[in-house]
């Protein structure tokens, strides 16, 4: 079973910014970044996988991005110019076929 903690959320004003990290207790192929607000379903931020090839929602192309330390198995999505409709709980997940992980999320909250 693969852990995966996540760090980095908060309050920032719009505009601001925010690095959030995801750090896995082992070595994982394909890490990502997902979010959640109330009501609504879990939807995709970021991926970035064993290769580097990176996917984003087109909500935050330009804004964000994704990258990863293979030697301290973490996923850092840097996220600038922060709007209040990115305000959720930010989960990690980590795939290594077959298996999914998640994180137990960090909320981000980007006040006008």
């Known amino acids: 079973q693969v852990q995966l903690v996540e760090s980095g959320g908060g309050l920032v004003q719009s505009g601001g910014s925010l690095r959030l990290s995801c750090t896995a207790s082992a070595s994982i192929t394909s890490l990502g970044w997902y979010r959640q607000v109330p009501g609504r379903e879990r939807e995709l931020v970021a991926i970035i996988t064993s290769g580097g090839r990176t996917i984003y929602a087109d909500s935050v192309k330009g804004r964000f991005t994704i990258s990863r330390d293979d030697a301290k198995n973490t996923a850092y999505l840097r996220m600038d110019n922060l709007k209040p409709e990115d305000t959720a709980v930010y989960y990690c997940?980590?795939?290594?076929?077959?298996?999914?992980?998640w994180g137990r999320g960090t909320q981000v909250t980007v006040s006008s």
């Open positions: 997940r980590g795939e290594t076929w077959p298996r999914t992980y």
